[in-house]
């Protein structure tokens, strides 16, 4: 199994901060990598898709980076809406797997 | 509009079989490249992939959970179904269905349906 880790696991941010969270694959993935927030008691969103395209809808300050075994979302200001919980997942093979997630609260 | 929903039973007693089914609409897993997927999320914990079957009724399955799971699909009524069986306590999540399509991964989540398995 490809393992993916996240980090930080937690972050403390303020409104307009800009916002980095990296995502490390055990091996190389190509840009099979998505990006999802997810809030309390919702589902997640995909945000990114294929390493750095953004799904349709999502605001430009979200970005995406990186191929092989690193990666990385940015959030360029961030806004009250963002504080959420992010995933990162692979989809270069199965079985399919995310990251432990990234919780970003306000600081 | 692509949406899919979840429906269950919300409890399960230990080694019962749990049934779960995700209705969908939008979409047709007939269609070359489409996929439904099982995710759950333990309370506080990250998401867990669990399978996905595509519309060539291929079928993928975590290996950690692949002896307890069977996915199957009934493309007339736009439904997939995930049976997991000898449920444990630990089993205890939201389970969601998702769709599947190419480039996209996993792009579009049903809200997801809780279950606790408890006696």
């Known amino acids: 199994d490809i393992q993916m880790t996240q980090s930080p696991s937690t972050l403390s941010a303020s409104v307009g901060d800009r916002v980095t969270i990296t995502c490390r694959a055990s091996?190389?993935?190509?840009?099979?990598l998505a990006w999802y927030q997810q809030k309390p008691g919702k589902a997640p969103k995909l945000l990114i898709y294929?390493?750095?395209s953004l799904e349709s809808g999502v605001p430009s300050r979200f970005s995406g980076s990186g191929s092989g075994t690193e990666f990385t979302l940015t959030i360029s200001s961030l806004q009250p809406d963002d504080f959420a919980t992010y995933y990162c997942?692979?989809?270069?093979?199965?079985?399919?797997?995310f990251g432990q997630g990234t919780k970003v609260e306000i600081k | 509009q692509i949406t899919l929903k979840e429906s269950g039973p919300t409890l399960v007693k230990p080694t019962q079989t749990l049934t779960l089914t995700c209705t969908f609409s939008?979409?047709?897993?007939?269609?070359?490249?489409?996929?439904v997927g099982w995710i759950r999320q333990p309370p506080g914990k990250a998401l867990e992939w669990l399978a996905l079957?595509?519309?060539?009724?291929?079928?993928r399955y975590s290996p950690s959970l692949k002896s307890r799971l069977t996915i199957t699909k009934d493309t007339s009524k736009n439904q997939v179904v995930l049976t997991m069986t000898n449920m444990d306590p630990v089993d205890t999540a939201t389970y969601y269905c998702?769709?599947?399509?190419?480039?996209?991964?996993?792009?579009?989540w049903g809200q997801g349906t809780m279950v606790t398995v408890s006696s």
């Open positions: 079957i595509y519309w060539n009724d291929d079928k």
């Open positions: 998702a769709h599947r399509y190419g480039d996209y991964g996993v792009d579009i």
């Open positions: 294929k390493a750095s």
């Open positions: 939008g979409f047709s897993l007939s269609t070359s490249g489409v996929g």
């Open positions: 091996q190389s993935i190509s840009s099979w």
């Open positions: 997942q692979q989809y270069n093979s199965y079985p399919l797997t």
